[in-house]
């Protein structure tokens, strides 16, 4: 059964970074690309970025480019999303999501991950 | 960036009605377009894939069609399970834009 589990809440203070984790099993984590997608309160949903877990490549949001990092470690088949300067408006559930098809679409996806930032 | 949007952003319906929620996109994107359900609280889930193809394991009351700018999400007879937000998403292009939501409710 091919699974994406994330790491836990957390809870920072304007400023902070936050590194996300998404753990990949059942398939062959190098295969298939990973995205993060994030949903403020009430909000929809908003792509963040994106990584080619096979070689490492990446693409952001512009709205992120500045402060978003998308990383993965092939041995440990995750995938991260680190946010740095954060501020209120980042107070959000952080979702990854693998992307699949030749019109690629998000088959699968992490359970997520709430961000409060407050001070 | 390409803009989605959808139409109705909500909507009342009861248990055994035909529902529509379409999905425009701001330039064409040939038939790059997605839809998701998602429940309070939990992850989206992919129903439609490539602007019709249905995901296996989803229910036959649900279909899409389109192409180009235009696309529809529909659902023939309106189960209780289904009342959700419904997004689209186009991956036509980076970022990957989603649509503003439509959420179906009890009427």
């Known amino acids: 059964q091919d699974h994406l589990v994330q790491s836990g809440a957390e809870v920072k203070k304007p400023g902070a970074s936050v590194k996300v984790s998404c753990k990949a099993s059942g398939y062959t984590f190098t295969s298939y690309s990973i995205h993060w997608v994030r949903q403020a309160p009430g909000q929809g949903l908003e792509w963040m970025g994106w990584?080619?877990?096979?070689?490492?490549?990446?693409k952001y949001s512009q709205k992120f480019q500045d402060r978003v990092t998308i990383t993965r470690d092939t041995s440990a088949n995750t995938a991260y999303m680190e946010l740095s300067s954060l501020r209120s408006e980042d107070t959000a559930v952080y979702y990854c999501?693998?992307?699949?098809?030749?019109?690629?679409?998000?088959?699968?996806w992490g359970q997520g991950t709430l961000v409060t930032v407050s001070s | 960036d390409i803009q989605m949007t959808q139409s109705p952003s909500s909507l009342s319906a009861s248990v055994g009605d035909r529902v529509t929620i379409t999905c425009r996109a701001s330039q064409t994107i040939s038939s790059y377009l997605n839809w998701y359900q998602q429940k309070p609280g939990k992850a989206p889930k992919l129903l439609i894939y490539?602007?019709?193809s249905l995901l296996s394991g989803v229910p036959s009351r649900f279909s899409g069609s389109g192409s180009g700018t235009d696309f529809t999400l529909t659902i023939s007879s309106l189960q209780p399970e289904d009342f959700a937000t419904y997004y689209c998403?186009?991956?036509?292009?980076?970022?990957?834009?989603f649509g503003q939501g439509t959420k179906v409710e009890v009427k």
């Open positions: 999501a693998r992307e699949t098809g030749t019109l690629p679409y998000f088959d699968y």
């Open positions: 490539a602007a019709s």
């Open positions: 990584i080619n877990t096979g070689n490492g490549k990446t």
């Open positions: 998403q186009q991956s036509h292009s980076t970022p990957g834009t």
